[in-house]
């Protein structure tokens, strides 16, 4: 059992980690229990009628619980409120993702075929797949895409492209659609109305939370784990370490609480937001809490040792998972859209 952190500076304790199934196996799930540890997290919560500081808090929380479980967690909150935006409702009972990556120029096609619309490409970084039951895929027309509400259980999955350990429970395997037909009842929203919508940037925020949340992982994990004599060197380097984490929290919990000050419908009758204002919001939250992480990674490293992580299977773990979670974040893109908004 991991030990709450205590951050009493500047923000308040951290929400404590959601329970997991006693004979959930972290490391090795089969899927049958990780769809019960994923429904455990996600059940009974209403997801799209919360603010975002409300998300963001059990955003943290789930992300603290644990992290594979965390990124497939965010993805099912992130379809229902996205299914919300446009008006729908997913599927009861069904677990759902977003599979919208585009890396390496891959991503769904549509292909007309006589009166026929069949769907074509691959689709990289499908976290979920040949687990989850639905998943919310834009399928592109040239310039522009529809959403789709895609049935996805059966659909081919090539698990042999994942070359890390890390990240193993996310199941994010390459998926190929190919000849899929596509009906308009599986059409979510307007034409573009995927990228076009207010909430597609602050997601940003959300998935900030989650890493924020592993990073106390990470933190439980590794006080766990030391031994409990300390040294001069061992408080500076926990000291720097917990500043990540402070700060982690702060600027996610302000992201969320400005997000619920821009988007709040009253908000929006008197002055319509811009997207433009929500993209560098989310960017600027996700650019301090991904340099947060990565320079709290690299401080629980150089505490934890060979021997942390050679012998502390969760903790290296998680370290591992977090390290490669957290690079999502194209931090030197967003260092230079933040850089040309400085310039204006």
Aim: proline share 5%.
């Amino acid at each position: 059992m991991t030990r709450d952190v205590r951050v009493d500076c500047l923000v308040s304790l951290l929400p404590a980690a959601r329970a997991v199934p006693p004979d959930y196996d972290r490391h090795r799930p089969d899927d049958e229990s990780l769809r019960r540890a994923i429904t455990a997290l996600v059940n009974g919560t209403p997801w799209a009628d919360l603010s975002w500081s409300a998300l963001v808090e059990e955003l943290v929380a789930i992300g603290r619980t644990d992290i594979g479980l965390g990124r497939l967690a965010e993805g099912h909150i992130d379809a229902a409120r996205t299914l919300a935006q446009a008006g729908a409702s997913p599927e009861a009972g069904a677990l759902y993702g977003v599979w919208a990556s585009r890396s390496g120029a891959t991503g769904v096609r549509a292909v007309a075929t006589g009166r026929e619309v069949t769907v074509d490409g691959t689709l990289k970084f499908a976290s979920g797949a040949g687990l989850l039951d639905r998943a919310l895929v834009p399928v592109w027309t040239g310039d522009h895409h529809q959403l789709a509400d895609l049935a996805v259980r059966d659909l081919p999955v090539d698990a042999t492209a994942w070359q890390t350990s890390a990240m193993t429970v996310s199941r994010s395997h390459s998926v190929d659609p190919a000849g899929l037909r596509l009906t308009p009842e599986m059409i979510i929203g307007a034409e573009d109305f995927y990228l076009d919508r207010l909430g597609f940037f602050p997601g940003g925020v959300g998935v900030a939370a989650v890493w924020t949340g592993g990073l106390a992982r990470v933190v439980d994990l590794l006080l766990d784990w030391l031994d409990p004599r300390s040294s001069p060197a061992l408080e500076l380097r926990l000291g720097a370490l917990r500043t990540s984490l402070v700060a982690a929290v702060a600027v996610v919990r302000q992201g969320g609480r400005r997000l619920d000050e821009l988007l709040t419908p009253d908000a929006t009758a008197r002055q319509p937001v811009e997207r433009a204002t929500l993209h560098q919001l989310a960017t600027e939250v996700r650019a301090v809490v991904g340099t947060a992480v990565r320079t709290g990674l690299n401080q629980v490293r150089e505490v934890a040792g060979p021997a942390g992580l050679a012998f502390a299977t969760d903790l290296t773990h998680a370290v591992d998972d977090l390290d490669l979670y957290v690079r999502q974040q194209n931090a030197d893109a967003d260092a230079a859209l933040l850089g040309r908004t400085m310039r204006r």
